[in-house]
């Protein structure tokens, strides 16, 4: 354990010099940027180590991991998000444990995740997952909505009883007219961002940016980065 704890400790290290990198090239504050750590994959007993190094934000996309890797991991100091895409039948297990969703992308879900919030007793946050890649009415490749659903949704989600609409996610589009284009890919969400902050001040939030372009995401404006590889390693294949 200690030689994968000095492999984290190294990899968190570099993670978060080019953090601060990209902070200080966009005149931005370090404290303005939160990292989320993504585990998927990766053992509780690496959440722990994670913990233990100061990490305080983590992150899985799919509950049938993510549900008993929280449980083990439930006395540490740690935020939950879940940021896959979320079947309405997995609600009740990820309201158990997520602190935030990211991934909210359709009325549907809204109704749910309230619905067990208000059961569990929880306020849980909500993140407006925006397809950069999707046509005016269709979804994008990875889930998520149109930027023109983008104000109906989070109507919903501000007005829903459990819930806290927090922001806005989105993940660099592989097709379309960002493809490669990282960085105009996340000044469009910061513009989006400022179009749902007129209705909607509390809402933040923008979760952009993983292992491969935080640096763009952080020249954004974006106030979170999701990074797994560059900390943990190179994933296991998923079975």
């Known amino acids: 354990m200690t030689d994968r704890k000095d492999e984290l400790a190294a990899n968190l290290a570099k993670v978060e010099e080019r953090i601060a990198a990209a902070c200080a090239a966009a005149g931005r504050a370090r404290e303005e940027v939160t990292l989320i750590v993504v585990t998927k994959t990766y053992p509780a007993s690496d959440v722990r180590v994670l913990s233990e190094l100061g990490v305080r934000h983590v992150a899985e996309n799919r509950d049938q991991d993510a549900a008993p890797k929280a449980a083990e991991c439930a006395d540490l100091p740690l935020t939950w998000h879940f940021v896959g895409q979320l079947q309405t039948n997995k609600v009740r297990s990820v309201v158990g444990y997520a602190d935030l969703v990211q991934s909210v992308d359709r009325s549907k879900l809204v109704t749910a995740l309230s619905k067990e ?123």
């Open 117 to 239: 919030a208000v059961r569990a007793g929880r306020e849980v946050g909500c993140l407006i997952q925006v397809a950069l890649d999707a046509g005016e009415s269709a979804r994008g490749e990875r889930g998520g909505v149109t930027p023109g659903g983008i104000r109906e949704l989070a109507d919903r989600v501000a007005a829903a009883d459990g819930l806290r609409l927090d922001g806005l996610m989105t993940v660099a589009p592989l097709t379309g007219e960002y493809a490669g284009r990282e960085l105009a890919a996340f000044e469009r969400m910061m513009d989006l961002s400022t179009d749902l902050r007129r209705a909607h001040p509390a809402a933040t939030m923008v979760s952009a940016g993983m292992s491969a372009d935080l640096e763009q995401a952080v020249a954004a404006g974006a106030t979170h980065v999701r990074v797994g590889t560059a900390v943990l390693g190179v994933r296991p294949r998923l079975r």
